[in-house]
């Protein structure tokens, strides 16, 4: 083997070559191409030697409203976001993204993986909102899948019969604390938690066995 040739890992043989980071933002409203990405944080995964996922790192930023950016009202009110906060410390899109894409691809390149994959609470509307901005910081390298994700909603539904997140994670036996929800870095550890915990209970019962 080559010094340049990539091992993968059981980590990449798991998913086809991508590795699943979990992304969740918090926004002006529903529309990427209009409204703002307030917040951002991405989760990257570990995989232990019996083949069990479990959270690693975390990203997370509080973003800068883009210029011309829509804010909507009943959006601040949703998410508690005070875009006047001494303490929000938001930076540039550009800043987050580029922080957070550093992190994912180190992740893709310890793991022997191709690319990563975005795994979301509702996966496509983060989805949007990530490329959206990572096209107006002109970003050449996304290391993510341009359209493909996992989604937990509809994992969630299939597994525990409810698609909401608070909800699905009391029913799987995990902690959430509405007081904090709607905060990008605590919703997307949950949502973390949450694929973990499916991946793995399907592991257990034989779904993929480790090679």
């Known amino acids: 083997m080559s010094s340049t040739e ?6 990449a043989q798991r998913f086809r ?3 699943p980071v979990i992304i969740d933002v918090e926004t002006g409203g529903f529309n ?7 917040e951002i944080a991405a989760v990257t995964l570990h995989m232990d030697d019996n083949g069990f996922l479990q959270r690693d790192e975390t990203f997370s930023f509080h973003v800068e409203p883009f210029e011309g950016a829509n804010i909507e009202k009943a959006a601040l009110e949703f998410t508690g976001i005070d875009l006047e906060s001494e303490d929000r410390e938001a930076v540039p899109e550009a800043i987050a993204l580029g ?9 893709v390149k310890g793991y022997g993986c191709n690319r990563a994959v975005l795994v979301g609470h509702n ?3 983060d989805l949007n909102f990530l490329n959206a901005a990572a096209a ?5 390298r996304n290391p993510f899948h341009p359209f493909s994700c996992f989604d937990t909603a509809t994992l969630c539904g299939l597994i525990f019969g409810h698609t909401v997140l608070a909800t699905s ?16 870095a605590y919703d997307a550890e949950k ?3 949450l694929f973990c915990l499916m991946v793995n209970k399907w592991k257990a019962l034989g779904g993929w066995p480790l090679q």
């Open 6 to 11: 990539i091992v993968k890992t059981p980590f």
């Open 191 to 193: 949502t973390a938690d």
């Open 169 to 184: 994670c009391k029913l799987a036996g995990l902690e959430f604390s509405n007081r904090e929800a709607h905060s990008a």
């Open 32 to 38: 990427s191409a209009t409204d703002a990405l307030l």
């Open 17 to 19: 070559g991508f590795l």
């Open 99 to 107: 922080d957070i894409f550093a992190g994912v691809r180190k992740a």
């Open 136 to 140: 107006r910081s002109d970003i050449k």
């Open 123 to 125: 996966a496509h509307f």
